[in-house]
């Protein structure tokens, strides 16, 4: 599915059917959006992503509960997230340069994570989870 304006669109049926909302880059608790009658808390079930985006979301407002990131169209969010969303970040990913990206992550404890991207890698996203249970994004 092709969105034409927006970096994700959110849908209330699966296979991207139903009333829809959709957002651009940024933070967003469901039930404050501007047409919650088209999208209202607890309803999403599947969603679009734009390349070179991705989309957490949330089971409870304010960004807290369980979360899971997508970044790719999803036309089933799963059983443990449908109908459960209520709030969502949408935010651009990291993209390599030209020459490559080399970096680290601290991951809390003695944990340390060190990753390099080739040049040529574009819109590459990864998580890194430390032994503490501390999360790096890059």
Request: net charge negative; proline share 2%.
């Amino acid at each position: 599915m092709t969105l034409t304006s927006g970096a994700a669109q959110l849908f209330v049926d699966e296979n991207y059917a139903g009333a829809s909302m959709i957002l651009a880059e940024g933070a967003y608790n469901i039930e404050r959006l501007d047409a919650p009658d088209a999208v209202g808390n607890d309803t999403v079930s599947s969603l679009t992503v734009v390349p070179g985006y991705q989309v957490t979301v949330y089971t409870d407002a304010d960004f807290g509960g369980d979360s899971t990131t997508f970044t790719t169209d999803t036309p089933y969010v799963g059983d443990d997230l449908n109908d459960k969303i209520s709030s969502v970040v949408v935010v651009k990913t990291t993209t390599a340069s030209s020459s490559g990206f080399t970096g680290a992550a601290d991951l809390g404890g003695s944990s340390r994570a060190l990753f390099q991207l080739e040049a040529g890698f574009t819109n590459t996203t990864g998580a890194l989870q430390g032994d503490t249970g501390s999360t790096a994004l890059f």
